[in-house]
DNA sequence: GGCTAAACGAGACGGTACGTCGCGTCTTCCA
DNA sequence: TGGAAGACGCGACGTACCGTCTCGTTTAGCC
């Protein structure tokens, strides 16, 4: 998605031209905000964060910042969103595998300085303003929400999970599965501030795997039966 | 825990008794200002929070706030750590209706506004400032872990659980629920947005609970069947 | 005088043809930014005179201002000088008549909003800027102090006044009698604030005429001659 | 008169102690900006003068500036006023000493190119902001009038002018003479950009007292008597 | 009647100063 | 000597204009 342009250009479209009358924005100038948005971020943290101090690093006038975005959360959420855009389902023949290999991508994910400056403060502010909160989810929540979805596709078309019963179920499933995902990879790596290891995926995945309703494997017979 | 108290006095017992030669500070500006701050944040948010109208509130002035908290931050913590006191595991005679009351009670803390409005934001600024980091995680982390090992001792001397078998592996089995337990359960309230209900609630457990390494009984099978 | 056209091209006679090969400049354009900067004048006064706001009010494009007038001075001094040109030497048959006929002039002229929003700043930044004090010299200085060269020529005519005995005492006399009208004018209204009414010409021209009033010695009779 | 104080403090009474609770203004600081104005006015000129600058000059805050003077306008009101304290009436024993004297005083103050850079920016400014043309009267304007006030008296005590009549005319006389004199030594210097000399004073002064010279007829007579 | 070149509207751009806000420290007086 | 009151230095904020630039679009004169 491109830059807020919060006049109505270039919105759904992606491909309209600019079709503005006027001298066109930059493009460089957006590349060069969002790297230094990034940049700043890893080195001083999101407190540190400063829009002067960022429209210098960019060698951009604070104006053209805020020509583009109306604040430091909206930069925040474009600058680093792209981050996410680099998470994808791996399809390695397992739903364990799959999970393992996710789960590892998004610790890696977290481990950068720039997204775990970003990402609790992110959520913060976006308990209060609904609107930022909309943008969060757009961009960075929903990603990584794709991915459950299509890891859960995946194991329906190999046959370890049962194909959906109903839509609004389907859709719970994966909202419980997700926010358990997410939830406890972000608290363990922001909150309780231990490390991700293969191992600590490999218990995590466990304990996620094994009840799963529906799963046709017999594993779960076998506990359950 | 008493307020900051910069200087070593009056601690953790209230009884030491004044010990300083001057005026004693009052008592009830502690109070004044803790009140004042909680009410500001459910008003205002992290971000509307500001010293001096905390200050101002607490009819106190700026310097004995000061004298008491060495920032926002520490106030905050304070402030909002004792909602965290009234969480307590209960023994409801199971393991799954162990867990689920305590879902419940945490479902119901965080969705007050103060505590919405501080937990993430303590978080975010806690990785930048140690010094923070370790007092959010005495005030208001631990008191939740401390759950989980309660819970988890009285599954084990009803027999639900199988005993421990050496300290480390006992310690990382909390630490995987804990994270997994407030991970998913703030993740589903604070950045999904999506309310937590009984339903939620039955769901969610039975995702722990089924596979659990060293569970005994086949209890989950009866609560699911 | 047309606009600055910083081009060397139309200066004084508006006869010489545009001669450029490409679309001439419009007329419209001109007239109506110097209408709206004499309504904003009026309205806003000095400091609250943008050129943003002109080239809006005007329905053109601030590129087109910036390629007639370097600066926001120079385009007040041409859209004030307009006014300045309405001055004219009366012939009512005595020096007192014309003398009064003048100041009642100048005062109407400094009645109106635009000329007193512009007249003192012009002045105060022709101060700093050589360029700007010539401009201003040259389109609202200088008309005035014709007619002071063209009263007192009507004046020697008339015999009301001896010939000139050389050049430079004409010219000194000039120049006391100018900034001794246009100074306590231009004082009066814009620095006291108080209107000038035909009394107040009355008085004043008898100053200038006349030896102080309740002067009781003729000092000043010996002291000249 | 004490800095402006927008708190309703020490206005009236030069006397009263500064009563506030808080930690009283430092009289230093007043001091400071305010010589650091004149500096920056007689360096930069009024459009040269930011209040950034001067609060760096001053080793000063910016907000400790504005706490005491709303805008730069009131600033250099006060900051130029203390110039125009040090006018002061001279008796030479004649009604035309007395008025060179002060005409000459007067020219030396307009001489200071901190005086010069701000005296018409402030009255331009005053055109449109009466609350700042209250406040240029009174420091500045006033001090000036009182002279004229001041030598009327000494004259009509020594019995060169006759005694006033009444008020309201009296009052009339020394507001003419008052414009007249500030008026045209400003518009001297300060419009026409001339220089003020001891030969000029002369002219202007029999200018004043005498009438025009070169007047042929004596119609002035026949007018006054 | 097409070509060329300037003027035009629109508006983005790098800057500078603005006046405000909150911080955390300090100084003063009062109880 | 603790506390209220509030001034202080600091630094970021977001806005307003500045004067310049880069677009795409007229609008003329000239070949």
Redesign the pocket.
């Known amino acids: 998605m491109a830059p807020t342009t919060q006049?109505p250009a270039a919105h759904d479209q992606a491909v309209s031209p600019p079709r503005?009358?006027?001298?066109?924005?930059?493009a460089a100038?957006d590349r060069a905000i969002l790297d230094a948005t990034r940049e700043a971020l890893a080195e001083l943290g999101w407190g540190g964060?400063?829009?002067?101090?960022v429209a210098a690093r960019a060698?951009?006038?604070?104006?053209?910042l805020?020509?583009?975005w109306p604040?430091?959360n909206e930069l925040v959420v474009d600058a680093v969103a792209s981050l996410f855009d680099e998470l994808e389902m791996a399809d390695l023949g397992s739903l364990r595998a799959d999970i393992e290999a996710v789960v590892a991508q998004f610790a890696v994910l977290l481990a950068r300085p720039e997204s775990q400056a970003a990402l609790l403060a992110l959520f913060a502010e976006g308990s209060r303003d609904p609107q930022l909160r909309r943008r969060v989810r757009e961009r960075i929540v929903e990603p990584q929400k794709c991915l459950v979805q299509q890891g859960r596709a995946q194991a329906q078309l190999r046959g370890e999970l049962s194909p959906d019963r109903d839509e609004a179920t389907a859709s719970e499933e994966i909202d419980i599965i997700f926010d358990t995902i997410a939830g406890t990879v972000e608290h363990r790596l922001l909150v309780s501030g231990r490390p991700i290891t293969p191992d600590w995926i490999s218990r995590f995945t466990t304990l996620l795997l094994n009840p799963l309703p529906g799963l046709t494997s017999t594993r779960a017979d076998q506990d359950q039966g």
């Not at 964060?49 to 101090?53: A, D, F, I, K, P």
């Not at 060698?59 to 053209?64: I, L, P, Q």
């Open positions: 006049q503005g009358k006027g001298r066109p924005r930059s100038a964060l400063t829009m002067g101090h060698g951009v006038a604070k104006t053209t805020y020509r583009r604040s430091k």
